[in-house]
């Protein structure tokens, strides 16, 4: 089985299951899971080999589904990089 980094972000919960319908057309590269669907929190488990595709999903998307931008670990989405993103 292949490894995942998992990835926590709040999105617009209006959003999560868009969000969700999206990732699954990526077919088994992204499993979303609601963490608490009344403010949004979601985790997104990303194939190793797929961070860099998620980081451009969530730049492409960020307005439409509300990213949190005043959480400084998704600083990742201005800068290039992943680790600013909340990583477990």
Do not use: H, W
């Not at 617009?12 to 319908?21: C, I």
């Not at 990732?23 to 009344?38: A, I, K, W």
């Amino acid at each position: 089985m292949a490894e995942l980094e998992k990835f926590t972000l709040r999105i617009d919960p209006s959003s999560v299951y868009f969000f969700r319908f999206i990732l699954e057309g990526y077919d088994n590269m992204f499993v979303l899971s609601t963490v608490d669907q009344r403010v949004g929190l979601v985790e997104v488990r990303a194939v190793k080999g797929s961070v860099n595709d998620l980081l451009l999903i969530l730049r492409s998307l960020k307005s439409i589904i509300g990213l949190d931008r005043t959480d400084s670990r998704c600083n990742a989405l201005d800068n290039g990089t992943t680790d600013d993103l909340i990583r477990k």
